[in-house]
């Protein structure tokens, strides 16, 4: 029994035609989806026109990504090196220039960490101061304004009239926020000092006010002469705002707007 040699089984006996490899139709589509999609990358990259080509967009346009212009610590000592490298043998540096360098480059690094740990401080003591105010909303404070607010909800006004020697008659008009004068009246200055005044909200016919700004006045005759007295007054806190590490925090007052906490006088439970 001889044994066939399944290569030599498939070679053509002599004398007949040599025909070509068979290619299957699996491998006749893939070769015509390659020259296809190799001829639309052509046309997608070159129309033949010189003149489209060049106005025709890169396919590809990388943003480089932003350097950071800031020296680290491995860039310092990189140029330390460089420039002992670079020194010149005759005259180099002395040992006190290079620790004095190294010694600035630690101090200004120290320097930019304080700082970025102040900044957190501040933002945290903010936090808490703000925190710590919320307590005043739905209280009254007193501000150094002469200006107070008229609503539904309070339809009176409260201030302070501060003299600086016992006055024994003191005027108060009321002024509505186009100057117009409301109402007049007096009260009592003897005993000096911060005198309270308050107005019912109730024009010269007794009628009340639209609400609104209403301004208290004040003038007294101070060693024989009329002048005006400073005048603060009391506002109901509605909110608080956080505010910047500035400012602090901001105490948002009914009708007035906004002031520092910083600038409150007095708190009034009323």
Not at 83 to 93: A, T
Not at 112 to 121: D, P
């Amino acid at each position: 029994m001889s044994l066939i040699n399944p290569l030599t089984a498939t070679q053509q006996a002599p004398g007949q035609p040599q025909q070509a490899n068979a290619i299957s139709p699996q491998t006749a589509q893939a070769a015509t989806q390659s020259s296809a999609a190799s001829a639309t990358n052509t046309e997608q990259t070159s129309t033949g026109n010189p003149f489209l080509d060049g106005l025709r967009l890169p396919e590809e346009n990388p943003i480089p990504e932003p350097n950071s212009q800031e020296l680290t610590q491995e860039d310092f000592f990189s140029l330390l090196s460089q420039q002992l490298s670079m020194q010149d043998p005759f005259k180099p540096v002395e040992n006190d220039q290079m620790i004095q360098q190294m010694a600035s480059f630690s101090t200004v690094d120290g320097i930019s960490k304080l700082n970025e740990e102040i900044i957190n401080l501040n933002a945290l003591t903010s936090s808490s101061q703000a925190l710590q105010a919320s307590g005043l909303v739905g209280q009254k404070v007193l501000i150094p304004s002469d200006t107070a607010h008229i609503s539904t909800e309070d339809p009176s006004m409260k201030g302070i009239i501060s003299t600086p020697s016992p006055i024994e008659s003191i005027t108060v008009r009321i002024e509505d926020e186009k100057g117009q004068l409301i109402t007049t009246y007096n009260v009592d200055g003897s005993a000096g000092g911060n005198i309270d005044v308050s107005w019912d909200g109730l024009d010269k016919n007794g009628e009340p006010v639209a609400e609104g700004n209403y301004t208290f006045k004040a003038s007294g005759k101070v060693d024989g002469t009329s002048e005006e007295l400073p005048v603060s007054t009391y506002a109901h806190v509605t909110s608080v705002s956080l505010g910047t590490a500035a400012t602090g925090a901001i105490l948002n007052l009914r009708g007035v707007g906004g002031i520092k906490i910083s600038d409150v006088l007095a708190v009034s439970e009323t």
